[in-house]
């Protein structure tokens, strides 16, 4: 027999942040991993523009795919994962992995886009650092050897 999903519980105990932004760009979910994610807590983060986790750098060209999708109904990112900076309430930088879904009103009508996000700021930290290392040993190998 199966029982019913509680969502509001499975959002809030899931490990992965979960970002719900509406369709002018304004955070309408931001469960509990967020807030450890990103420092903002739920009520700093509700209501306000995505761009509290954007960089500015990135900004324009985020809204604009962002206002493409809710005006066409379509991603291209469809179930890829998706590796960006982003930034926490402190101003330090953070390296993120997400994937999105577009979601609907029952009368099909696109409201809004959810990401579900892992912080990979270790993880790219320790790569960067390992290429770094490989390049100088290639680097310091003989020729021809």
């Known amino acids: 027999m199966q029982t019913a999903i509680d969502y509001q519980q499975l959002v809030t105990a899931i490990g992965d942040a ?3 932004s509406g369709a002018d760009g304004n955070i309408t979910l931001w469960n509990p991993a967020a807030e450890r994610m990103f420092g903002f807590t739920e009520k700093e983060a509700l209501g306000k523009s995505l761009d509290v ?3 500015e750098r990135l900004r324009g060209r985020h809204w604009d795919g962002y206002h493409k999708t809710m005006s066409t109904g379509q991603t291209r990112y469809g179930n890829d994962v998706l590796r960006v900076p982003a930034i ?3 101003g330090r930088a953070l390296s993120i992995a997400f994937t999105v879904a577009l979601l ?3 009368e099909k009508a696109l409201t809004g886009i959810v990401a579900v996000i892992r912080d990979e700021t270790s993880r790219f930290q320790e ?3 390992l290429r770094k290392r490989l390049a100088e040993l290639e680097a310091q190998a003989p020729a021809g050897a």
């Open 18 to 20: 979960v970002v719900i």
């Open 53 to 55: 986790i954007i960089p």
């Open 88 to 90: 926490h309430k402190d």
């Open 104 to 106: 609907y009103s029952p």
């Open 127 to 129: 790569e960067r650092n």
